[in-house]
């Protein structure tokens, strides 16, 4: 079965940075899309960016040159690298995968991520 469990969320000042990690499994013997979602409150979750098991990427105009994603097939782990953070940015982070055979989709619990001085 497909399990996602994010980590590495906090508290961080302006500017500073933090780095997601999501560590999925049961997701990696079939194409999949991978990546990051977030949820600020009382407003709509909306995509971060994600990858695919082709390798390409895709990021909300928001988080573009300032967020990276990456994955490490060796340790089956996607991470979500942020700097230049804002206060804007704070809302909980999901992980999330979309299995493209099926068009399934998962779900990580979340990470709270705070930016604030």
């Known amino acids: 079965q497909v399990q996602l469990v994010e980590s590495g969320g906090g508290l961080v000042q302006p500017g500073g940075s933090l780095r997601l990690s999501c560590a999925t499994s049961?997701?990696?013997?079939?194409?999949?899309?991978v990546g990051w979602y977030r949820q600020a409150p009382e407003k709509q979750r909306e995509l971060v960016a994600t990858?695919?098991?082709?390798?390409?990427?895709n990021y909300a105009d928001s988080v573009k040159g300032r967020f990276t994603i990456s994955g490490d097939n060796a340790k089956n782990t996607v991470y979500l690298q942020m700097n230049g953070l804002k206060p804007e940015d704070t809302a909980i982070y999901y992980c999330?995968?979309?299995?493209?055979?099926?068009?399934?989709?998962?779900w990580g619990q979340g990470t709270q991520v705070t930016v604030s001085s």
């Open positions: 049961g997701i990696i013997f079939s194409p999949y899309t």
């Open positions: 999330y995968a979309r299995r493209i055979l099926t068009g399934a989709n998962y």
């Open positions: 990858i695919t098991s082709g390798g390409f990427t």
